[in-house]
């Protein structure tokens, strides 16, 4: 019977080698499992216990003096308990712009204490407006952006400048071209008293000093129709000495169309009985 070979030295020691890698291997192995069963299990915890919107206490509202805690949470639809990390910001932003009267809108989630922050920028009314609504005609307001204001939402809001003007017919296709000219309002006419949208899409602008200028429709010419307002607010006033403008249409921009007001015919003698 033979008898077996034993291991050369240098055999032994990498046999030796390769049972303490296996080893080792193995223990890192558990290493991990315990570090992901832990890292999970903490998580876990701070989502359920730690970051999580237990009550409205925990939402906070800065910047608004119209829109309220109990608002937003309803409009953004957050019920409680609510993890905080599986709120949306953005998401959450963009449907608030969208249903209160907010003209911009920052949401952002804090960890320490667990809060979701929203901070809010007021619509502020710039002119008294009506609409036609399916009740009739409505009175609201307007914001410098062109959108519609409720009574409700623009009473504790108003100063005296806004109800110098009066927005008659707004729609929303309207918005873009009451933004143009609400923004340059000022350099326009100084008594400007109304804008109006006729049924046909016409823009009007009523004043004490031009009487009914027609701006024609919102398109593109919108801005060279203005920039030719401006030039005839500067300059009209000195070549009309003694007339009354009737209006103005401004339709076409390159040929400016000018009525006065028709002085009354004198009246004629009456004659006398010889």
């Known amino acids: 019977m033979s008898q077996a070979r034993p291991h050369s030295p240098g055999a032994e020691r990498r046999r030796q080698l390769r049972i303490q890698q296996r080893q080792e291997r193995l223990r890192n192995g558990w290493r991990v499992l315990v570090f992901l069963g832990l890292a999970g299990g903490l998580g876990y915890g701070l989502l359920r216990l730690g970051w999580t919107l237990s009550g409205p206490e925990q939402v906070e509202v800065i910047g608004s003096r119209q829109v309220t805690t109990t608002e937003v ?9 609510q993890p905080l990390l599986t709120l949306d910001p953005r998401r959450i932003a963009s449907g608030l712009a969208g249903t209160l009267p907010v003209e911009e809108v920052r949401v952002s989630r804090l960890m320490a204490p667990a809060r979701l922050r929203v901070v809010v920028v007021d619509r502020q009314p710039v002119a008294r407006a009506e609409r036609l609504g399916l009740q009739g005609l409505e009175q609201g307001y307007v914001d410098r952006l062109g959108n ?5 939402q623009g009473q504790g809001l108003r100063t005296e400048t806004t109800d110098r003007l009066l927005v008659k017919g707004w729609q929303p296709r309207h918005r873009r071209a009451l933004t143009d000219l609400l923004r340059q309002r000022d350099g326009l006419i100084e008594d400007m008293r109304t804008l109006r949208f006729d049924p046909a899409g016409s823009i009007w602008v009523d004043s004490a000093s031009l009487g009914a200028v027609r701006l024609g429709p919102g398109d593109g010419q919108l801005p060279q129709r203005l920039q030719v307002l401006k030039h ?3 300059t009209l006033p000195a070549q009309l000495k003694g007339k009354r403008l009737q209006s103005i249409d401004l339709t076409d921009p390159n040929q400016p169309e000018l009525a006065l007001v028709a002085r009354p015919a004198p009246a004629s003698p009456t004659p006398t009985n010889p």
């Open 73 to 81: 949470i309803s409009a953004a639809d957050i019920r409680f308990p």
């Open 148 to 152: 519609w204001m409720t009574a409700r």
């Open 232 to 234: 005839l607010v500067a």
